[in-house]
């Protein structure tokens, strides 16, 4: 058999595990019964191996290295080969047992953190912590760099991904998010939120609007679902199974519909993927940034938008007639664009978010460098809270001890949050260009352009450029925060009249 | 390692892909999105593929072969040994390109007998019946067998039956259950079923109750689920995860509550099984028809008895206020026993449903052995369910092409069916010995002490022994039609006031 047809029989083989165990993992977070968690562990223990044991083949190393040296693939065949090589190089540069040595002290890690946060003790947490980041350093050297540690665990969740792009990124942010909330703060003038927070919102209600809402998005449920779960995600095994949750709770509209938005960008990015490209690498939805992006599109960008909530607005009045009685396009357009800075991060709304990733991304090239001590740590988190968003926190668990990532040894990942804010921002702007009634189309509840010059531009591009690349194919522009600089200041003028 | 220990770890990752395949087949027939269908059957492959491939290593041959030559064995190792033995050569001892061909034949099968039903013709069928009767007789060669070639068929569901032991079965029931369907029919008295064809029942009250009372036998929520799908069916990965499904007709409220009872049945088998036996053969349920005597046992020898109609009644008014007004456990019960002997298996009552299948064994017996022929086949059919039901088919499809397996070659299956009845009343005959508060168990809805009684003979004792020595051991004596005649005869006396 050729190489890259062995290749890609193995690829598919792998692939194959994995589609199973997005089931698996579906089936465990949705709907499976609680004494069955220790058996579905052990269930997902066997596919995490069996598909690692499929990676690690010597076989697929040999392939590779034949693969490399052959000239005149074409873009797939190069992806596909590239991709390969990033999979086994990081299911096998990690020595057996540094990855159970990462796997044992995430385990006590998870307990003492969560212990420190109950108990608003940060030196409960604080050795356990300072060996996270000796591991996540050592892991940074297995798996090398080029710039600084760092750079290899940002790269983890974001091909190519380094400080040095990412830094001026969140400078853009800093300069220029930071002093807008400010003077929103000081302006004052929050909108009414009484009549919200003044009725109780129907669950079944919820989930119809949320389903008229995703279904006019587009996305396809004869080739997914919708379902509840504590912790909402989209998952599932394939294009063609393609299943997101969402959570409900009667005192809050906005958390399902906008989850459910959210979702529904994750989902159709799944759906949307090219489907002669199965089981290769090529065909899959890009980093975890752009995957991002599209959840964002239509959750802010879309969902957030003044048309929008115009169109929106006979749905809400249909499926809660009463609680809407009164309620203008205006009234829902502002309620959802509350901004209010806060502690807590999963909590913040689209102006304060990237902020608080800023600080963690700040913290975390510190940590790494050995700039900051751990000792240091607390205080310094709410000194930069202080700075950037104007609160404080008044204790340790509403601060540093709020997010579970640094217990599971997983630095690197919180920029990927605001890359997909910023992706999406300036892949709007892009697609304004070939959609010049983007505006008008959102009006008239007319989702399809824009649906579909995403599955040109992003879905059907798969993983064949890197995640960067991708973007600058796709806009014209190596990644930038310039969009999405401009969209907030645009967005918190209308709203709050106010320019910084 | 020692070489049981080595089978036995080899065992548990086979059991692994297993219950894996448990919940992908679940998923499938319950909630799977329909456009999911094609890969879904792809990732069922390859878990049917990765665990053939795992049983069928010679190595694991190696094993048995030094394991079968040791002496002093407990009975559990014995059993794994022994269980292990019979997998292993069922998945070995057919040449790959007969498996293939039964396959292809299977596919070409079900194909002309859906086209042959659909258009009531037999002969579109005939060629490809002839074809798979062959294959099954080759089958049985490959298996091999001491009596006649039926017995390996038989073997294939219920290890260690045979023809030898069958026979004594259905005569024991043509000679006394056939003229009693007669006697009833002469009689005449159809009991009064106006108060259940005239009314709607609510799907949700029917839920509720087929909830409630699945509750009551002892269904372990916590541990398992109840859905619906359209064929109904007891399935899930483990004793931990054990999901049931049922379907609901509003003009009918019998299916799903039975049904549901049914499946409880499985069910609860299923979640008593020995936990210290966990991914081991000897720990699983016994054969086909063992698993049937459970479903029976709580579907018909406790649902249609008149005690648990007593206890139900009050359940009945809660869910369907209007519908059960003036409607008396009596009334509910004569319903729920209704006997009429009908062309069609799958809606046959208690009394008339083992006639359909002594026919179906009958003409299989004959076939394999080559006493009938193909052509003759059709009103051989005809010919029995007159002889021994009064009633003859007006056309082929309500007669001869009604039931899916001869085209799925599943030649030896019918008979569990069967055994699983009479297992039922065999056992509930010895159960009543230890409980002589049985009836009024039933009537109190105390339904722990009969549920008690199976976890220990039956449940907890897996497949340590094979399906005959297990009713034996629980009951006392060898598998007899003895108790389900005597059952049978009772009960239609105190419905119908006929004794045959």
């Known amino acids: 058999m050729d190489a890259y047809e062995e290749l890609l029989r193995r690829l598919r083989d792998i692939d194959m595990v994995g589609q199973i165990g997005g089931l698996l993992g579906w089936d465990q977070e949705v709907l499976m019964p609680p004494k069955a968690a220790s058996l579905r562990a052990e269930q997902l223990a066997w596919v995490s191996k069996t598909g690692h044991e499929r990676l690690t083949d010597p076989r697929i190393g040999e392939l590779l290295s034949k693969l490399e040296e052959r000239n005149g693939m074409d873009e797939i065949q190069a992806a596909n080969v590239r991709l390969a090589r990033e999979s086994y190089d990081k299911a096998t540069k990690l020595p057996t047992d540094f990855v159970e040595e990462m796997a044992k002290h995430r385990s006590k890690s998870l307990v003492s953190w969560t212990e420190a946060r109950a108990k608003d003790d940060f030196s409960i947490f604080r050795n356990n912590l300072a060996i996270a980041i000796d591991l996540a350093r050592q892991k940074a050297d297995y798996f090398g760099y080029d710039g600084v540690r760092y750079d290899a665990l940002l790269d983890q969740y974001e091909t190519g991904l380094t400080v040095a792009k990412v830094d001026p990124l969140f400078a853009g942010l800093r300069d220029s998010a930071a002093p807008l909330v400010r003077a929103v703060v000081e302006k004052g003038g929050r909108p009414d939120m009484s009549w919200v927070e003044g009725n109780s919102w129907s ?15 587009g996305f396809d449920f004869e080739a997914g679902r919708r379902d509840a779960s504590t912790h909402p995600f989209c998952g599932g095994p394939n294009p063609d199974d393609v299943r997101w949750t969402t959570r409900y709770n009667e005192s809050d509209p906005f958390g399902s519909l906008y989850g459910s938005m959210h979702e529904t960008g994750h989902g159709t990015y799944e759906q949307g993927r090219r489907r002669d490209l199965d089981f290769q690498p090529a065909g899959e939805a890009n980093g975890l940034g752009v995957h991002e992006s599209q959840s964002r599109l239509w959750e802010n960008q879309v969902g957030r938008s003044r048309e929008f909530c115009e169109w929106v607005l006979p749905l809400w009045q249909q499926h809660f007639p009463g609680n809407m009685e009164g309620v203008s396009a205006d009234d829902l357009w502002q309620a959802v664009n509350l901004v209010e800075p806060s502690l807590i991060r999963v909590e913040a709304d689209e102006a304060t978010y990237n902020l608080h990733i800023m600080i963690r991304y700040e913290i975390e090239k510190r940590l790494i460098s050995g700039e900051l001590e751990v000792d240091d740590l607390p205080d310094t988190w709410d000194d930069m809270y202080e700075e950037f968003l104007g609160v404080r926190a008044p204790n340790r668990a509403l601060g540093v001890l709020q997010d579970i990532h640094w217990s ?38 007319e989702f399809a352009p824009l649906l579909a010059w995403m599955r040109e531009r992003i879905h059907q591009r798969g993983s064949i450029l890197e995640p960067a690349d991708l973007v600058e194919e796709a806009t014209g522009s190596p990644p930038s925060p310039d969009a999405f600089v401009d969209y907030l200041h645009d967005k918190v003028e209308r709203l709050y009249g106010v320019t910084s």
Do not use: C, W
């Open 408 to 445: 599971m040894g997983a630095f690197g990942y919180f920029p990927t949050y605001t890359l997909g804010n910023l992706y999406a921002a300036q892949l709007l702007v892009a697609a304004r260009k070939d959609m010049p009634d983007h505006d008008e189309n959102m009006r008239r509840g």
């Open 203 to 217: 669950q079944p209600s919820q989930e119809a609007l949320s389903q008229s809402v995703s279904e006019a998005i």
